[in-house]
């Protein structure tokens, strides 16, 4: 009688070596006892497909996708998630049994999921969301406030050409402000966003003047290395309620471990102390 296969997941990246998702899959797999492995695996461009479609024969069940390759991953999938369409980016694959290629997007779930959790009171009718970039990351960020039914969405990026693009895309909610214009449009937001990576550990400067910061708005940034960046450090002084990054990075991991896996996996502080170590 043949033993149970044991089921295989992992990160497809280049470089892949500072991903935190090892560290998370890692930890679910051991406190709950699954037999399974989670592996970082460094890609090439060139490579993607063919390492993706070997994937299922080795006995990958599926796999997160970072950067590069997560909108070309869209081209070798054989079916693509509504969400991921959207969001023009997919973080998430599903291998089927009959190696066929599922593609999905959870950065958006993983977003508002940590959003409602680190800022319960938050209303998402409550008023206007100020977002700084308009990266991929951005992409799933407004996409899950548009969701939400933020009332009006403004967004602000160094290239206002990119900010433009979300207007064709998310509709007459979105209103397209000139990076200059920043500091100008936080005074009387109910959220502010920042989906870029300044302020990151080796990054620039988030220079965007925050004086306009009101007790009563929440703040979120998805840059998590450092965890308190300077934005959250100036929201907390100015009276906000703030949430860090590594949230959404523990909460869009959820859908996938739960389908490979079978087991719906909690996060608590444990979890966040796991990834932090």
Known sequence: MSEEKIPLAGVIGCPIAHSKSPQLHGHWLRTYGIKGHYVPMHVEPEDLEAVVRMMPRMGF???????????????????VTDRAKLMGAANTLIF???????ADN??????ITNLHQG??????????????????????????????????????????ERAEEFARM???????????????????????????????????RLRVPLDGLQPSTVVTDLVYTPLKTELLLAAEAAGCHTVDGL???????????????????????????????
């Open 61 to 79: 069940v599926g796999a997160n996708v970072t950067i590069p390759h997560k909108e070309a991953i869209m081209e070798i999938a054989d079916k």
């Open 96 to 102: 089927r049994e009959d190696g066929s290629i599922v």
């Open 106 to 111: 959870t950065d958006g779930y993983g977003f």
């Open 119 to 160: 800022a319960p009171d938050w209303d998402p009718k409550s008023g206007p969301a100020t977002v700084f970039g308009a990266g991929g990351a951005s992409r799933a960020v407004v996409a899950s406030l548009v969701e939400a039914g933020v009332p009006e969405i403004r967004i602000t990026n160094r290239t206002r």
């Open 170 to 204: 998310f509709g007459k909610r979105i209103r397209v402000v000139d990076w200059v214009q920043a500091g100008n449009i936080i005074e009387d937001a109910a959220l502010v966003v920042n989906t870029t990576s300044l302020g990151m550990v080796g990054q620039r």
């Open 247 to 277: 949230g959404m990075l523990l909460h869009q991991a959820v859908p996938g471990f739960e389908r490979w896996f079978a087991h719906q996996p909690e996060i608590n502080d444990e979890t966040r102390d796991a990834v932090l170590a």
